[in-house]
């Protein structure tokens, strides 16, 4: 088996892109130190997180002008996301910090005043300068998936020399593949971008640059409508013990998951590693697992969820997030684990996020006691800095607090179109914690606004009042949050057929859904959600040409 040397700086979710090379045919090893290039005869370079740490930690290690020799030598070189980033001349993440100069060119955080930061999701990369062929497997009629905050913008003149695809988002063009002879390096990630990214990271190790277009793949004009960032819909996992101890993915209704019948057993929808792979395979944009289940007495490197991602990453390739957990813990031999490091036994089991719960909601009114300032101890602040924003979501609980006008309470109201029991016209939504079973003194909008300044990338925001009712999403709710943030949020909670989709893509401007039990039941399937959401006009990923 052919082989590909692997260079890696803790880059976060590695697993999954092991997998992929191996899923195209090719053997991986690793660059442990910098000697180790001389044998290599392929190279990627992988990465996810801080621009500045990601080069720090290449230049500690030695590997800068070993790594410049061999990109130097012809041979084949691959930067994916961080490690694209990293060839340019430098970034505005961290200034201080040089690139490694090989394009040229800075990297520029995208503006937020009209869309949200980070730019997560499935979007183009057409290519600017070849009509009839294919860059390394590049087609534009596919989509491929995205996670950052800095890009380096379409210059076309500035780059000249180099074959470029590009992507746009709002008004912003930007650089999502560069390549010049046997160098490739891509902002997106291949090993996550499903058919179409298995297949650009298959023609770079076997270096088959270019090739024709055939087919669909010649009749698309991405900037003519085809273009921009997909509507994401996500398939989310309840995954915990049933009373036999056996991971079952379940569904509550509002936050319950047992039976109503006699005996009150876990109901029991599937096994969860089967139940992603299906998603997968029907188009999912990404997969969620929940763990609600405590395994408090279980050793660290040994939770049931570990084996669950491990197994999901081998045939799974677009992001997994997984929540439940994330803290800092006592290990069963009472070492203390800090939430950074059970962060990175899931980022190497194959998660590509991680999500916060109750812990974010602690973190929050210690930060508004605090006067609002951040104490750089909490699991989003450590997280981040070690991986990026764009690697940490907080999931949020809240329900409805109806009260008789806004002056009533101190907390973020509404003025809501469904009035409380009673006939009263505003509500706030009060953060929970413990499954939704704790209220707590702080509403969402507070709640949002604290752990963005801490380093949350996204919000998977949930509604206790909406779960399992298949009435569709709480679109006061979610309007109320996106007006308070920038960064990308998930609606959730209450789909049950997919015009609920088209209804909280067309009237709020969520950057994602997701739905669960609609999907686990077999009522609706992700597929059959996508089409419908194609038909009415809304851009989505069409696995189906991939």
């Known amino acids: 088996m052919p082989k590909v040397h692997l260079l890696d700086t803790v880059s976060g979710n590695i697993r999954s892109l092991v997998n992929a090379i191996e899923k195209v045919g090719f053997q991986v090893e690793w660059i442990k130190k910098p000697s180790d290039f001389k044998d290599a005869e392929r190279v990627i370079f992988p990465g996810v997180g801080h621009f500045g740490h990601c080069l720090t930690e290449i230049r500690k290690g030695g590997f800068e002008q070993p790594l410049k020799d061999y990109i130097a030598s012809g041979k084949p070189f691959m930067g994916i996301c961080v490690g694209m980033q990293a060839l340019f001349e430098g970034s505005e993440e961290n200034e201080s910090v040089v690139g ?23 979007n183009n990369a057409a290519t600017r300068s070849m009509q009839n062929e294919s860059l390394y497997g590049l087609t534009p009629h596919n989509k491929y998936y995205y996670i950052h905050s800095y890009a380096r913008p379409a210059d076309i003149q500035a780059l000249e020399g180099w074959d470029l695809a590009t992507a746009i988002y ?12 046997s160098i490739l390096a891509t902002q997106f990630h291949p090993e996550k971008s499903g058919k179409a990214g298995l297949r650009v990271l298959e023609a770079f190790l076997k270096q088959e640059r270019l090739s024709p277009l055939t087919g669909i793949a ?3 004009d991405e900037k003519a409508g085809a273009g921009g960032l997909t509507r994401r819909v996500i398939a989310c996992l309840d995954v915990r013990a049933n009373d036999a101890g056996d991971l079952v993915v379940t569904k509550g209704d509002q936050y319950d998951v047992r039976e109503k019948s006699e005996g009150g057993g876990v109901r029991n ?6 139940m992603a792979k299906k998603y997968f395979e029907d188009g999912a944009d990404e997969i969620t697992f929940l763990n609600i289940t405590s395994f408090r007495n279980c050793p660290l490197e040994d939770l049931p969820m570990l084996d669950v991602l491990r197994l999901t990453s081998e045939t799974v ?70 991986y990026g924003n764009q690697a ?29 029991p009673n006939g009263e016209e505003y509500c706030w939504y009060q953060c929970t914690i413990k499954g939704g079973r704790e209220g707590r003194d702080i509403d969402v909008v507070q709640l949002v606004t604290a752990v963005e300044a801490m380093g949350a990338g996204e919000i998977l925001l949930n509604c206790i009042d909406k779960d399992g009712t298949n009435s569709g999403f709480d679109l006061e709710l979610i309007d109320a949050v996106k007006a308070a943030i920038k960064i990308p949020v998930i609606a959730s909670s209450g789909a049950g057929n997919p015009t609920h989709f088209q209804e909280v893509f067309e009237k709020t401007t969520t950057d994602a859904a997701l739905g669960a039990g609609m999907f686990h039941r077999s009522e609706y399937t992700v597929k059959q959600v996508k089409d419908y959401l194609a038909k009415e006009g809304l851009i989505v990923r069409d696995t189906g040409c991939e």
Do not use: C, M, Q
């Open 100 to 122: 490694l100069g090989i394009i040229p060119g800075k990297l520029k955080l995208f503006n937020s005043e009209a869309k949200s930061v980070p730019h997560i999701g499935w």
């Open 170 to 181: 709002g008004e912003e063009e930007f650089v999502g593949a560069v390549s010049k002879g």
């Open 218 to 220: 010649t009749k698309i």
């Open 269 to 274: 929808l599937g096994k969860p590693v089967e």
């Open 317 to 386: 390739f677009v992001p997994l997030t997984i929540g439940g957990g994330i803290r800092d813990v006592v290990d069963a031999d009472g070492t203390k684990r800090s939430a950074v490091e059970v962060a990175t036994l899931y980022f190497k089991s194959g998660a590509d996020k991680v999500s916060i719960g109750s812990d974010a909601v602690t973190a929050a009114e210690e930060y508004y006691a605090r006067g609002k300032v951040l104490s750089g101890t909490t699991a989003i602040e450590g997280i981040s800095k070690a």
């Open 392 to 420: 940490v979501v907080v999931s949020i609980d809240p329900k409805r607090i109806y009260v008789s006008s806004a002056e009533s309470t101190t907390h973020n109201t509404i003025k809501t179109a469904f009035p409380g």
